[in-house]
């Protein structure tokens, strides 16, 4: 049987997915020809062709000798990572968040505001602009390849249009993805919280294909990453834990079902709570005190500020076995502001599903708070702008942007004669 010979097409699309490849394992750290070679399965003469071709854009560099134990030291190469940007934008309930990160998902400069999401996406996406422009967007602008949002609700992954946010009022319907490449003519991907912080929070782990990510702050929400991939559902609606009943009888939350996990746990119900226990019981806590301040309180031991912790960990408990035993994760995170209560809430929550859980589903799963705090989702949001950069669509916009920069570089560089194989730096 014969078979028809690769068009030239084919070969253009397998080079793409080769160079992707390469500046995988570039992203992670500085690696040889020989053994990206090795790593790859490829031929010498085929890495570097690929090689060549990234030294001569400048968007990988040739370093200092590597480790070698016998023989010559072989030349490490390494991934030229400010030589293009993303964006990362966190748009919570009650705050707003912009950074600036380079090719290696690493964060350069980052600012956050207090920000009311209820004041409508016109008004916040103004504040959004503020934010980017304290970072200098204007001027970086032609050097950014893309920006990724994190959303406080549910958004429709394929089109980025928000969808009946209850924590959000005045957005459903709208579209952040459009809007916001409309507003700074850079690609856009927008995505729920609580998936990007998994995202964030499973890149550098042993469990970064099996993991579930608790965002506990106004909302409730859960991250699910399976099989190395974000599981979203067919609209984008997967993971709205906060939305479960966990008491048929219990009392309504703002998505207006009753019992819903969020009208115990999520961090508006836990102030309601608050304020209806301080004319009755001893606390340092006061009628306007905020999430935060209660956490904190928490942490100090104030008895009223102990109990609803408590509390709100055994309800996170209880659908949590639910997640558990559905999917059987290697590693549970437990992040937002709700997390900075520290062991507290670590402890009310394990103690429940270690008495709910099969032992099967519980027994090789680990437990841990978040080690990113309040930037997972913001952290996450570049994790989504990078994927999108790093395929076959995204490398042609790479090399648009670092061939731009080549051509505006010579354009201010005075005239002179150069060798062959001078490159143009970055």
């Not at 504040?127 to 990724?148: C, K, P």
């Not at 648009?400 to 001078?422: S, W």
Request: overall charge neutral.
């Amino acid at each position: 049987m014969s078979y028809p010979l690769p068009t030239s097409l084919d070969q253009s699309a397998i080079r793409a997915q080769h160079t992707l490849m390469l500046l995988a394992h570039l992203r992670e750290d500085d690696v040889s020809r020989a053994e990206l070679s090795r790593r790859m399965g490829m031929s010498r003469s085929a890495i570097s062709s690929i090689v060549v071709h990234l030294l001569d854009l400048g968007l990988v560099l040739e370093q200092g000798p590597g480790f070698s134990s016998a023989g010559r030291k072989p030349t490490l190469l390494s991934l030229c990572s400010e030589a293009v940007y993303v964006w990362g934008v966190d748009i919570g309930a009650r705050h707003l968040g912009v950074g600036l990160f380079d090719l290696r998902g690493h964060p350069l400069e980052q600012k956050s505001i207090s920000h009311d999401v209820r004041q409508g996406p016109r008004a916040t996406y103004a504040a959004l602009e503020g934010l980017l422009e304290g970072l200098h967007f204007g001027a970086l602008a032609q050097r950014s390849a893309g920006m990724g949002v994190s959303v406080a609700g549910p958004v429709d992954f394929r089109t980025g249009r928000i969808i009946d946010p209850p924590n959000m009022a005045g957005w459903d319907g709208e579209n952040v993805v459009l809007a916001l490449e409309e507003r700074f003519g850079l690609r856009v991907r927008a995505d729920n919280d609580a998936n990007l912080g998994a995202l964030a929070e499973s890149r550098g782990t042993g469990s970064s294909h099996s993991l579930i990510y608790l965002k506990c702050a106004t909302g409730i929400g859960a991250g699910l990453l399976l099989e190395g991939r974000i599981y979203r559902g067919v609209m984008g609606g997967a993971g709205e834990l906060g939305h479960i009943s966990i008491n048929a009888d219990g009392p309504v939350g703002r998505s207006g079902h009753p019992g819903s996990l969020e009208s115990y746990s999520a961090g508006y119900a836990l102030l309601e709570r608050m304020r209806s226990h301080l004319p009755h019981l001893p606390s340092t806590l006061y009628q306007d005190s905020s999430l935060e301040d209660l956490v904190h309180a928490a942490r100090q031991g104030d008895p009223l500020a102990v109990r609803l912790v408590r509390e709100a960990g055994d309800s996170l408990g209880i659908a949590l076995t639910t997640l558990l035993n559905l999917f059987n994760p290697a590693e549970v995170v437990i992040g937002g502001e709700l997390a900075a209560a520290g062991s507290l809430l670590l402890e009310a929550i394990t103690e429940v599903v270690h008495s709910r859980t099969l032992r099967i589903n519980r027994d090789h799963t680990a437990f841990r708070l978040s080690t990113l705090g309040a930037n997972a989702s913001l952290l996450g949001a570049a994790q989504l702008a990078l994927h999108d950069l790093y395929s076959p669509a995204g490398l042609d916009t790479l090399y648009r942007i670092v061939e731009q920069a080549q051509r505006k570089t010579l354009k201010q560089a005075p005239h002179k004669a150069t060798h062959k194989e001078e490159r143009v730096p970055m």
